[in-house]
């Protein structure tokens, strides 16, 4: 079976690490596509795994102009399942790995202070009301922080996570990463009521998607 | 990330945004995507796992702190 860590954009040679399982890295080319694959002997997902295909994308930025990472999935059968798999999407894939070169990833995760449980309301009509304030200064709140950081960014993926948590993935040009951090932490201070949780550089991997807002 | 938290928990927070990444994000190449044992959503069961031995992963030098940037 096939495992698939990513697709490549001008790979200089495979990077000297092994693959899930312990198995040789190979390059397979598809189309006009390149992907950097290894042999699995069998369809399990293992901590290890996952980590693995981790540090082989990881590995692979360093070594090419833009990697478009594969979601770790159960593996194809055979190089004809996965020339097909991938001969079908060959244009889109071509666009996005397009869009992602030059590019890393930054994730932001903002956490707001749980609403107070303020002073009872008096009637129904107040308690929504109440209600009604907090989230929209959350809301602004958030926005405070996103635009800055949205303006910065090629293009971002993901949003609201629940009601006092705001997870965002921003796709930043290289040459941009420091100002977005330095973004971050600037916006930390201005806002001590919040919690800014910034990680990254990461490969792209919330931009693969087509949909990517 | 906020300097004020644990270097142990940032360490574990960056690892459960890279997990998630592994798992939820990336191109979806096969359509088959069997993630989940028994109904419960494997992601979770990995996150679990994870958290309790993340002191083991780096004793095997596995990259535990990928892209910790703001340091």
Known sequence: MIHVYGIVDELDSLPPVEGVDGAALERRRVDALELVVSEVPRDEVTQEAVLRHAQVVEALMSRSRAVLPAQFSRPFAGDEELVSAVTAKASDLELRLQRVRGCVELGLRVVAPAPDSGPEAESGAEYLRARLDEERRRSQLVAEVDEPLARLAQETAGGAAGSNVFERAYLVRDEDASTFLDTVRELQAAHPELSLACTGPWPPYSFGAEAAK | ?71
């Open chain 2, 1 to 71: 990330m906020s300097s004020d938290l644990r270097p142990d928990l940032r360490q574990q927070v960056t690892l459960l945004e890279l997990v998630d990444r592994v798992l939820n994000k990336g191109v979806v190449l096969s359509g088959d995507i069997t993630l989940s044992v028994a109904d419960v959503d494997l992601v979770y069961i990995g996150l679990r796992v994870l958290l309790s031995s993340v002191a083991t992963l780096e004793e095997q030098g596995m990259p535990v702190a990928i892209g910790d940037a703001l340091r």
